[in-house]
C-alpha cells in the first residue's frame, strides 16, 4: 500500500495458495511500505482477488498483465513488514483505484466528449 496516498484501501482478507503478481513497473516494491530494500517473502493474494477480473491484473497498481500473465513478476515483502509481522495482516491487493487516478479517468472522459461534440456540430 502506497505510504504517500492514504485513500487507497486494501483487500485484507485471509491470503490463499494464490502468488500476487505485479507489473513490470512495481516490480521490487514491497505491496505495503513500497521499498525496494531487501525482498523476502512472497506475496499470497486470497482466493477472491486471484480469480475473475483481478486475476491477470497487478496487484498494486492495477495495470494490465497480459492474458496469461506473461508479463507479471512474483511479488516479495520486504524484510522489514517481515520483521515486524505485517506480511501476516491479510491480502495486500489494492481494491480502489484512489482519487488521483479516478480524477484523471474522469477528466480524460470530459475531454473525449467535448472533442466529439465540436465534430457533430
Do not use: W
Not at 108 to 119: C, D, Q, V
Amino acid at each position: 500500500m502506497s505510504r504517500h496516498q492514504y485513500d487507497l484501501i486494501q483487500c485484507m482478507k485471509q491470503p490463499g495458495k494464490s502468488v500476487g503478481l505485479v507489473c513490470p513497473q512495481c516490480d521490487g516494491k514491497c505491496p505495503i511500505c513500497d521499498s525496494f530494500v531487501k525482498p523476502t517473502a512472497k506475496v499470497y493474494i486470497c482466493h477472491d482477488c486471484s480469480l475473475g477480473h483481478l486475476y491477470n491484473k497487478c496487484i498494486t497498481c492495477s495495470n494490465y498483465l497480459g492474458d496469461n500473465c506473461e508479463s507479471g513478476v512474483p511479488a516479495y515483502y520486504c524484510l522489514e513488514c517481515v520483521r515486524q509481522e505485517k506480511h501476516r495482516e491479510g491480502c495486500p491487493r489494492i481494491v480502489n483505484i484512489g482519487s488521483l487516478k479516478s480524477d484523471m479517468i474522469f477528466r480524460k472522459k470530459k475531454e473525449a466528449t467535448k472533442s466529439t461534440n465540436g465534430l457533430l456540430r
